[in-house]
C-alpha cells in the first residue's frame, strides 16, 4: 500500500520535459486523490521549494530542483569518478560525444555529458532514452542480474520489448561481448559504442559510450578500446571512493 510520502514523490514524478505544469485538479485526477490531498500535497513541495507556482493553483518546478541538480554534480560518487576521465576523452576526440548514463525509473538517462562540437538529438543530460534502444541502455541491460532484469520486465509490461526472444539473444550477445554497438536507434545519423561501468560487488553501475557520426572517419575498434580503458579507471575510482566513504562511517562511528 502506498504511503503517503509515495503520493507526494509521484506527484513530483509528474512533472516531466513533456509536460511542465500542473493544476491540483489534474494532478488530483491523474493520482486518483482528492483534490484536497492533491493541493496538501503541493503546498508541501511548495514549502520545500520542490514547486513553484505563477499562477492560482497552478503549478511548475521549483528552485530548490536547481539546487539539488548541482549537489549531484558536484557530489554524485558516479559524476565524480568519472567526469575527469570523460573530459580527457572528449579532448582526444573533439568530435564525438562522450556519455555517462544509467537506470532511471524504466529508461537509461544520461547523467553526464562531455564533447559539444557534434550536434546530436536524444543524448542531452537528463534526457531519458529508450530502454530497448541505443548502446548505453542495452549494454546496462546486459549486465543485469537476472532478478533486476525480471523485475524491470514486469514493471515494463509482459509485452515488453525487452522480455522478447529477439532481444534476450541481442543481449546475451552483448554481455558475452563486453560492449555493444548500435546504428541510427537514438539519433538516425549516429553510431553508439558503450561498456558497462561495474561496482566492486559486480553489479552494474551503468555506462560509459561514445556517440560518433555515421560516415566519420572513425576506427571503432580503437575507441572501444579507450572505452574499456576508460571505464577501468572509473571503476578503480568508484572503489576508492566506496573505501574512502566506509573509512569515514567508521570514523565517526567511534
Known sequence: MATTADRVLSLLALFTEQRARWTVEEAADA???????AY??????????????????????????????????????????????MHRMAEEHPDTIVLLARLY???????????????????????PMPLGRGAASKVILANLSSRQFRA?????????????AQ???????????GFAVTYGEIDPDKIGLSVPVM???TAVEGSLSFVIRKGAAHDERA??????????????NLMLARLSASHRRAGTSD
Open 31 to 37: 493520482l486518483s486523490v482528492p483534490t484536497s490531498t
Open 40 to 85: 496538501r500535497y503541493f503546498r508541501s513541495l511548495a514549502d520545500a521549494e520542490l514547486l513553484s507556482s505563477d499562477l492560482p493553483g497552478s503549478y511548475v518546478l521549483g528552485p530548490a530542483v536547481c539546487a539539488l541538480d548541482r549537489a549531484m554534480l558536484i557530489n554524485d560518487p558516479f559524476i565524480n569518478a568519472a567526469a575527469a576521465q
Open 105 to 127: 525509473r524504466g529508461t537509461v538517462m544520461c547523467v553526464h555529458r562531455e564533447g559539444d562540437r557534434l550536434a546530436a538529438d536524444g543524448y542531452e543530460r537528463g534526457r
Open 152 to 164: 524491470l520486465a514486469r514493471a515494463e509490461g509482459s509485452e515488453a520489448e525487452i522480455a522478447s
Open 167 to 177: 532481444m534476450q539473444e541481442t543481449l546475451r550477445r552483448i554481455r558475452v561481448d
Open 199 to 201: 561496482r566492486d560487488d
Open 223 to 236: 575507441l572501444l578500446g579507450k572505452l574499456i580503458r576508460g571505464r577501468k579507471t572509473i571503476e578503480g
